[in-house]
Structure formats: C-alpha cells, structure tokens
C-alpha cells in the first residue's frame, strides 16, 4: 500500500485548504482511512477518520466544524477540506490507512499504512 499526501501549503489565517491523499496496491474500499497532524516535538494528533464505506465520520474537537473527511472509493482518494484555518492548525498532515478496521479509528497505532506527510503553514 501506497500513499501520497498533498494539497499542502502557506495559508492566511481564515482561509482553506484542500488536502487529497491518493491511494494505491491494494483495494481501497477495505480501508477505513484518517488524517492525523504533527508539529516538531509533539505526538502526532489525531485529525478525521471516515469508514471503509464512507458513512461514518468522526472529528477532533479542534476540527470538527472547520473540517470535513470524505473519500471517493472509485478514485481511491481521501480528502480533508479544512476551512477557517488558525495557525494552531499549522503542522505536517499525514493520511493513515487500516484495513479491515470497523471501529472507530482515532488513534495511530490502528493504522497500518502512513504518507509521508504534506505541510500546512497557516500565518496570523
């Protein structure tokens, strides 16, 4: 299993930014998949999560309400739209992928495939 993480980049305070996190090797659909963030010195943070099918969501309280999780199992992507970006949001923002994993995926040590991480940099 492959990811690529991208999307990143320089934002202004209150502004938005796709990130997509393209998939690959093995099938998609298996797979619930989650966004996870890190800033140097700090355990990576938990993000979004969204099921294998793409009904079920669940958000960091930091990110629920800005952000949104979705996945398009036809083009084996996941997506984070994060709007009104602070810059606490600031950090490297990794896709994470756990086969078969039908509860709730918040944490990393669920996840069996990571990216290698796309940098947001929000300025105030």
């Known amino acids: 299993v492959q990811l690529q993480a991208s999307g990143g980049g320089l934002v202004q305070a209150g502004g938005s930014l796709r990130l997509s996190c393209a998939f690959s090797g093995r099938a998609f659909s298996t797979y619930a998949m989650g966004w996870f963030r890190q800033t140097p010195g700090k355990e990576r943070e938990f993000v979004a999560t969204i099921n294998m099918g793409g009904s079920q969501v669940y958000y960091s309280d930091s990110a629920k309400g800005r952000f949104t999780i979705s996945r398009d199992n036809a083009k084996n992507t996941v997506y984070l739209q994060m709007n009104g970006l602070r810059p606490g949001d600031s950090a490297v923002y990794y896709c994470?992928?756990?086969?078969?994993?039908?509860?709730?995926?918040?944490?990393?040590?669920?996840?069996?495939?990571w990216g290698q991480g796309t940098l947001v940099t929000v300025s105030s």
């Open positions: 994470a992928a756990a086969q078969y994993e039908s509860r709730t995926a918040y944490v990393p040590r669920q996840y069996d495939n």
